[in-house]
């Protein structure tokens, strides 16, 4: 697959300097290097919004735009990066380095990452604005309150308001460009094909072990470096844990199984959902769940249309599934207040059934949850050509629910895609992954022979 080409980065950052007061400076730090344990660090993952900016792979860099007071022709985009070390080099391959970055990278200039502090007070104290991730990293936080201390004591009184970046720059994210697509269809049709394979190397006696083992293998094969995310392959009970990331319960005869799993392509994520019997074949209670979130699904994505509310897809699939639990004689009711955490409480969720606990939908991108700073305050955000979400509507059933009759105890069922908004109307990346109940089944009984 192509990359993000060097000149759709300079239009980023571009874009994201328009949107800056004249003599305003942005200060986007890349990501670092994690300590796994011993010596040994976590495979390295560049910042998102970093990424967005440059493009560019290596730890331990700063990203620093200052919009010009004089028009575009005086706006500078300045990096700080590590220096070449032919030890490091030797070990961990070749860097950049400072003296070639600023050519590799389309931006004004680059410099030594150990130059930062002695760089960028002069740049802040003269700034009109600081646009920044405040209040994310104690450490960067500390440093920025450096830079203006030294700034100060350099005499340059620093006036400049601090204030929000990620807002100005995930409304950027918020809308995929076509090589953007590009990379998301990739990575939805490699993950398509992993949940293709786990659900053909399913069977009793396995592990959930087993089936992420497959996704792994399908992911990495099909071009893919990584997950998106921890991949969820949840049987049993288990799917009614939302999270349940263990992975290592054996497969059972009778169950259901939920895999919530995707790739990274290109730093995009995809983020799939199945859910399918262990033995091949639905229970009719296993079924009759099974059909009330899918068809909340369907009337989901139908409500996906440039100029909708965003939330307009959760409020076709609660009325679907809440009716649909009411008909089977299940209560849907809202039980989960009486363990509502204070977050849950300001974003609403804890007035949903405890059924129903999780929204059905969120932004996608190059995080599985995208642009999460890009909500316009009380307003509601209204679907355009560009977005990307998931549809993932869901039903859980605990073991210990006992005002459910103990057929429908233990069954989670989360059904999930992701849709791209065109001027058509959702486009739906990941569709060839079966959800029919008939096409699953069929499947599954072909993989037996």
């Known amino acids: 697959m192509k990359p993000i080409s060097l000149d759709e980065h300079r239009q980023r950052r571009r874009s994201l300097l328009r949107l800056m007061a004249p003599g305003a400076v942005a200060v986007v730090p890349g990501a670092l290097s994690v300590r796994r ?168 006696g396995g592990r959930e072990a087993d089936l992420e083992a497959e996704l792994l293998y399908a992911f990495l094969r099909g071009g893919a470096r990584s997950s998106a995310y921890p991949s969820i392959v949840a049987s049993g009970a288990n799917a009614c844990v939302l999270h349940y990331t263990a992975n290592a319960a054996p497969l059972k005869a009778g169950d259901l199984v939920l895999i919530d799993a995707g790739c990274e392509v290109g730093h995009y994520a995809a983020d799939l959902t199945r859910t399918f019997p262990v033995s091949g074949r639905f229970s009719p209670a296993q079924a009759a769940l099974y059909e009330i979130v899918l068809e909340a699904q369907r009337q989901a994505i139908a409500a996906c249309q440039p100029g909708a509310a965003f939330e307009a897809a959760d409020e076709a699939a609660l009325k679907v599934m809440v009716a649909g639990l009411e008909r089977l004689g299940i209560d849907p009711s809202p039980t989960a207040n009486d363990t509502a955490g204070e977050d849950d409480d300001a974003n609403g969720d804890a007035q949903r059934p405890a059924l129903c606990p999780h929204r059905t939908s969120h932004w996608l991108g190059l995080d599985v949850h995208d642009c999460s700073a890009a909500q316009p305050g ?21 073991p210990q629910h006992e005002a459910a009759a103990a057929k429908w105890r233990g069954i989670g069922v989360r059904i999930e895609d992701d849709v791209l908004i065109t001027a058509d109307g959702p486009e739906v990346l990941t569709e060839g992954a079966p959800k029919d109940i008939a096409e699953i089944e069929r499947v599954m009984a072909a993989s037996r022979g």
């Open 37 to 204: 344990n011993g010596d040994v660090d976590y495979p390295f993952r560049q910042d998102s919004d970093f990424w967005y900016l440059t493009g560019f792979g290596e730890s331990g860099a700063t990203l620093v735009l200052r919009r010009g007071k004089d028009g575009d022709a005086s706006d500078a985009a300045i990096l700080f990066c590590q220096q070449r070390n032919a030890k490091d080099e030797l070990y961990n391959g070749e860097r950049l380095g400072p003296e070639r970055a600023a050519e590799a990278l389309g931006l004004d200039s680059a410099h030594p990452a150990s130059a930062l502090d002695d760089r960028l007070p002069p740049l802040v104290g003269a700034a009109s604005a600081i646009h920044c991730a405040l209040g994310e990293d104690a450490a960067f936080d500390q440093r920025l309150s450096g830079w203006l201390a030294k700034a100060q004591n350099q005499r340059l009184r620093p006036s400049g308001e601090i204030r929000g970046l990620k807002p100005l720059l995930h409304e950027l994210r918020l809308f995929k460009s076509s090589a953007e697509v590009e990379l998301m269809r990739r990575a939805a049709a490699i993950t398509v094909e992993g949940h293709l394979q786990a659900q053909r190397r399913c069977a009793p």
């Open 378 to 398: 009380d307003e509601p955000r209204a679907l355009a050509p560009g977005m990307a979400l998931t549809v993932e509507p869901g039903i859980y059933i605990p």
